[in-house]
T-cell receptor, first 114, second 112 residues
Framework: GENVEQHPSTLSVQEGDSAVIKCTYSDSASNYFPWYKQELGKRPQLIIDIRSNVGEKKDQRIAVTLNKTAKHFSLHITETQPEDSAVYFCAASFRGGGYNKLIFGAGTRLAVHP | NAGVTQTPKFQVLKTGQSMTLQCAQDMNHNSMYWYRQDPGMGLRLIYYSASEGTTDKGEVPNGYNVSRLNKREFSLRLESAAPSQTSVYFC???????????FGEGSRLTVL
């Protein structure tokens, strides 16, 4: 079936530490893997994405890695700041009815303590 | 540009009542989606429309219907609301079906 599993469900770090969130997906044909950040009471917003032809992508303090063989991808946040506190969702594309759709993981609530 | 606009933002229904959530985007996007968000369960896809004139079921379609009225608008209808449909509903759109999703502000629905 179409499934994205995300771990951990909650993560608490000290300011300046790194945070890592991991996701696995069920379909080896998935080819697009975005990460969304959702602040309390707000809509989810894209922070970084990666396609299956790339193993790693970085954008300042955020990086995503993809292991296609293991069907596994991760979000890395370095030098965390209090404003990084939010819920983070991973997602993977799945083919259905001739079109791709995004299926999300259950989310990780990140708390960064000053 | 307003982006993705959803109405209403809040709604309280009694069990068995019907209602329609409206969504419109002004970004000329082809694909539109309806997700529901429940605590601890992430964003679950209800229905999606890859292009004008097509709709497909997502992960949790039971109890819902959709209409892609035109390229801009994609509505979600609850024919007979149930307490299990209490949730926050997000509409989203994207230019291509593997690209950045732009979400609306969400609609909080409570079914008593």
């Amino acid at each position: 079936g179409e499934n994205v599993e995300q771990h951990p469900s909650t993560l608490s770090v000290q300011e300046g530490d790194s945070a890592v969130i991991k996701c696995t997906y069920s379909d080896s044909a998935s080819n697009y893997f975005p990460w969304y950040k959702q602040e309390l009471g707000k809509r989810p917003q894209l922070i970084i994405d990666i396609r299956s032809n790339v193993g790693e992508k970085k954008d300042q303090r955020i990086a995503v890695t993809l292991n296609k063989t293991a069907k596994h991808f991760s979000l890395h946040i370095t030098e965390t700041q209090p404003e990084d506190s939010a819920v983070y969702f991973c997602a993977a594309s799945f083919r259905g009815g001739g079109y791709n759709k995004l299926i999300f993981g259950a989310g990780t609530r990140l708390a960064v303590h000053p | 540009n307003a982006g993705v606009t959803q109405t209403p933002k809040f709604q309280v229904l009694k069990t068995g009542q019907s209602m329609t959530l409206q969504c419109a985007q002004d970004m000329n996007h082809n694909s539109m989606y309806w997700y529901r968000q429940d605590p601890g369960m992430g964003l679950r896809l209800i229905y999606y429309s890859a292009s004008e004139g097509t709709t497909d079921k997502g992960e949790v379609p039971n109890g819902y219907n959709v209409s892609r009225l035109n390229k801009r608008e994609f509505s979600l209808r609850l024919e007979s609301a149930a307490p299990s449909q209490t949730s926050v509903y997000f509409c989203a759109s994207t230019r291509q079906n593997t690209g950045e999703l732009f979400f609306g502000e969400g609609s909080r629905l409570t079914v008593l």
